[in-house]
């Protein structure tokens, strides 16, 4: 059965996004995927943003009628090696108390107080059997309960533990599951409650594993890739939401890994997905210069995922490398692009 | 970032220059013979087998600025010579053109297929020398070794180290502006209509499906672009239609080859203001350069009065006018030289940076721990 569009007024999700101000970069975002964190500071009315450029990070502070308030570069700590490091991604990680913003490299993992004027921790990668035609690297960052579990080159994801305050970091667990370079981890916000399945890790084969979070991590399920690597993951009410390298998005059930949704969403690489969990609204951005607003819900008869297409916007003439939410409903988002030297806004009208 | 994608920079760019120089030469009306000659010297410097040897050795990219060293030689490789501002802005042209292929690709791999469309054409440059023939077809075959069994996660990092090499870079290009693939801010026009990539599905349907796998529903949506499905995929063989048109020879007489330099902009304000800093990497990239260039055999011309001028402007004049108003950002000078410690190393570097000549006085032997620079200088 195909159903007509259901696009327009009678659809109750749609909305018409407008550009607002956009906010100026110091350097240029590099083509990496997910790069962008949104930390939303609503008790304050601030928002902090964090892109990559390349051998450094832009931190931004933002209030929403003025102009950036604060700005802070960061770079990947310097090691043994040729060049400068690059680094793979800048992430804020919001742990029950206290929020630490985190930085995976070429070198390692650093992590930093979240207006990233103290370094409070630094892991160094092991290139140990690294073989010379592989690239080492630290990349996909989530927290999880009081955990923070970072992707590496070889698969592995390097579960840290995290006091409630304080540099003493210990790395806890070193989880097993991939093989192929970590692209991104995501947690469920809502985790502690009904939710068995609590974090999905995803690779460059598209394979994805999901876990039950503890004082040891536990594989529950494996959902295998189809040929594509899958660069953005979240996790919402039990369902993962993947987005792959061929431009779909698709939904499976965390617990069983049964695909339910499969979406045609994009005519490029995903290169983003952010979640709005407390009205299920996932956005989804990729190379072809689109970004789109889903609506996610779980029908209660059939206890299955249902998606309806909210909003699609083209940002011209710009290979999106980033997309967040910037508020908790999901009424307005921000955007990086490859080469642009600005953090584009919409809110809805 | 990925340590496989020197090969494929190198190979592309040295494409890019070779179909500008064909445009050039003929464009000057350089008689066939000498036209031949020149590109025929530069292909078989540029696919000899002990400098591709050096260039597959798994190892990261280095600055646009020693990239271009390797291609001043290369172009000094032949019996033409280059002024400065010719030079330039032959670079130029060879990275805007070379970026946007890589920003177009549809998949990552399919920067393999780009490069083939440059092989495959300079083959056609060079059909009357079997000898050289054999040796692209060699290149082909360490290409197809290295790369045909890579992942897509493996070329999305290539394709990634790629445009991090090339960020920022904002020249226009005539012919792109003609052909609207530039805006007139130097960004690139990203279409968003035409075939999808080959593996991916023209976007529009959503399809969901019960916990018993069968599809219990369709739903189209509004996503905004104009695809169609792909009509079939490139051929990575040695001979094959490719599919893909980037990386063919888009230049020929009659749709000359000119840039305009963009004016000071923010992103090149940060470019230069890190190209200012000392560079510890000098020494670095003085080793990767010294390695690759000893690896590059150059003839010497028997005859010096063979040697003549190409110019890539349109005049003497212009060419002149070029060099003077050239904007400093955009200056491939070693800005940051100047700024390091050891005195006699940044002249070494300047004078090999800058314009020289390949002078005939025979090398004295000389082993490995003696000065790279000064075995360079006299390659």
């Known amino acids: 059965m195909v159903a007509a569009d259901s696009e327009g007024s009678k659809d109750p999700g749609a909305r018409m996004f407008r550009r607002e101000r956009s906010i100026p970069l110091r350097g240029s975002a590099a083509a990496l995927c997910n790069n962008l964190s949104v930390l939303q500071l609503p008790v304050r009315n601030l928002t902090h943003f964090g892109v990559v450029h390349g051998p450094s990070a832009q931190l931004l502070s933002f209030a929403p009628e003025g102009l950036p308030l604060a700005q802070r570069q960061l770079h990947a700590k310097e090691g043994a090696g040729v060049s400068p490091p690059l680094i793979t991604q800048v992430h804020w990680c919001v742990l029950p108390f206290r929020v630490l913003l985190v930085l995976t490299s070429h070198r390692g993992i650093q992590m930093f107080e979240s207006d990233g004027s103290i370094m409070v921790y630094w892991h160094a990668l092991d290139s140990g059997d690294a073989s010379p035609v592989q690239a080492v690297f630290a990349r996909g960052i989530a927290a999880s309960g009081h955990f923070i579990c970072v992707g590496t080159w070889s698969g592995r994801v390097l579960v840290f533990d995290i006091p409630a305050k304080g540099p003493n970091i210990v790395l806890s667990e070193e989880l097993a599951g991939h093989q192929t370079p970590i692209t991104d981890i995501a947690t469920d916000p809502a985790q502690g409650q009904d939710c068995v399945a609590d974090m999905v890790t995803a690779d460059d084969s598209g394979l994805l594993c999901v876990w039950r979070s503890g004082p040891e991590f536990k594989l529950l399920t494996r959902i295998p890739g189809f040929g594509v690597p899958c660069p953005s993951v979240q996790l919402w009410q039990g369902t993962v939401a993947a987005g792959y390298g061929n431009g779909q998005v698709r939904l499976y059930e965390a617990s069983t890994g049964t695909l339910h949704v499969q979406i045609n969403a994009h005519a490029r690489a995903i290169c983003a997905l952010d979640l709005a969990p407390e009205v299920g609204k996932l956005l989804s951005a990729a190379e072809d210069t689109f970004v789109h607003i889903w609506k996610l819900s779980r029908s209660p008869e059939s206890v299955s995922i249902e998606v309806e297409h909210c909003h699609g916007e083209c940002v011209p003439d710009t290979q999106v490398c980033g997309a967040r939410f910037c508020d908790p409903s999901g009424s307005s988002f921000a955007v990086t692009g490859y080469d642009l030297a600005e953090i584009l806004r919409f809110s809805s009208m | ?379």
């Open chain 2, 1 to 379: 970032m990925s340590v496989r994608t020197l090969p494929l920079l190198f190979l592309n760019l040295g494409g890019e220059m070779l179909y500008i120089l064909d445009q050039r030469l003929r464009a000057q009306n350089v008689p066939g013979d000498k036209a031949r000659k020149v590109l025929n010297d530069i292909v078989s410097t540029m696919f000899n087998r002990k400098f591709m040897e050096e260039l597959f050795k798994p190892q990261e990219l280095y600055s646009k600025k020693a990239l271009r060293t390797v291609y001043d030689r290369l172009a000094h490789a032949s019996i033409i010579r280059l002024n400065q501002a010719s030079m330039d802005k032959l670079y130029d042209l060879m990275t805007v053109a070379f970026k946007y292929q890589v920003l177009m690709c549809p998949r990552p791999k399919d920067v393999l297929l780009v490069t083939f469309n440059h092989l495959d054409a300079i083959k056609g440059l060079i059909r009357d020398s079997p000898a050289i023939l054999n040796q692209v077809d060699e290149t082909f075959q360490q290409l197809t070794e290295v790369y045909g069994g890579l992942s897509a996660g493996e070329f999305q990092l290539i394709r990634q180290t790629l445009l991090i090499f090339f960020q920022d870079l904002h020249i226009r290009v005539s012919i792109f502006l003609k052909d609207r693939v530039q805006n007139s801010n130097g960004r690139f026009v990203l279409p968003v209509s035409g075939p999808v990539p080959w593996g991916t599905e023209v976007p529009g349907l959503i399809r969901m499906f019960n916990s018993k796998g069968e599809e219990v529903k369709t739903v189209e949506f509004k996503h905004g672009g104009n695809y169609v499905a792909a009509p079939k995929e490139g051929s990575f063989e040695l001979y094959g239609d490719r599919v893909l048109k980037l990386g063919t020879n888009m230049y020929s007489v009659n749709r000359p080859v000119e840039t305009h330099m963009s004016g000071a902009s923010k992103n090149l304000a940060s470019q230069t203001q890190e190209s200012i800093a000392p560079n510890p990497l000098a020494k670095e990239e003085l080793n990767f350069l010294a390695r690759l260039l000893g690896g590059m055999e150059t003839k010497k011309p028997s005859d010096p009065e063979a040697r003549f001028r190409l110019n890539l402007f349109a005049t003497e004049e212009e060419e002149e006018q070029a060099a003077l108003t050239r904007p400093e950002e955009l200056s491939y000078e070693v800005i940051n030289i100047q700024a390091t410690q050891d005195q006699q190393r940044s002249e070494e570097l300047a004078r090999i940076m800058g314009e020289f000549e390949i002078t005939d006085a025979p090398r004295q032997s000389a082993s490995k721990g003696d000065d790279l620079l000064a075995m360079m200088d006299e390659l």
